[in-house]
């Protein structure tokens, strides 16, 4: 069973940064995409960045520039470097994975992913 953690989130002023974290367990295939989603209150969940098994990156048009997908293959842990924060990036941020199926470029809606981590809350204040 393929588990999620994330990790790093909190509330920080706005023009900040944070660094998010999503901690994976239980891959029984390989090859797996992992993406970063948020949900603001009242709002549809949507894509921020993905990035697939050989490191190919995606991102969300209003995202790039800002933020940075990155991950540690070797741990399992995917991050989400957050910069210049603005208090519309409030939101809770969620990780998920799915088997890398060669898609290119990673996908990045939220029905391509089979595994989902529990959120974590990123409030910025101004």
């Known amino acids: 069973q393929v588990q999620l953690v994330e990790s790093g989130g909190g509330s920080v002023q706005a023009g900040g940064s944070l660094r998010l974290s999503c901690a994976a367990s239980g891959y029984t295939h390989s090859r797996y995409s992992m993406a970063w989603f948020r949900q603001a209150p009242g709002k549809e969940r949507e894509g921020v960045a993905a990035v697939d098994s050989d490191g190919t990156t995606r991102y969300a048009d209003s995202k790039k520039g800002r933020f940075t997908i990155s991950k540690d293959s070797a741990k399992n842990i995917l991050y989400l470097q957050m910069n210049s924060l603005k208090a519309d990036d409030t939101a809770v941020y969620y990780c998920?994975?799915?088997?890398?199926?060669?898609?290119?470029?990673?996908?990045?809606?939220?029905?391509?992913?089979?595994?989902w981590g529990q959120g974590t809350q990123v409030t910025v204040y101004s």
């Open positions: 998920a994975a799915e088997e890398d199926w060669g898609l290119e470029p990673p996908p990045l809606r939220g029905s391509d992913f089979h595994y």
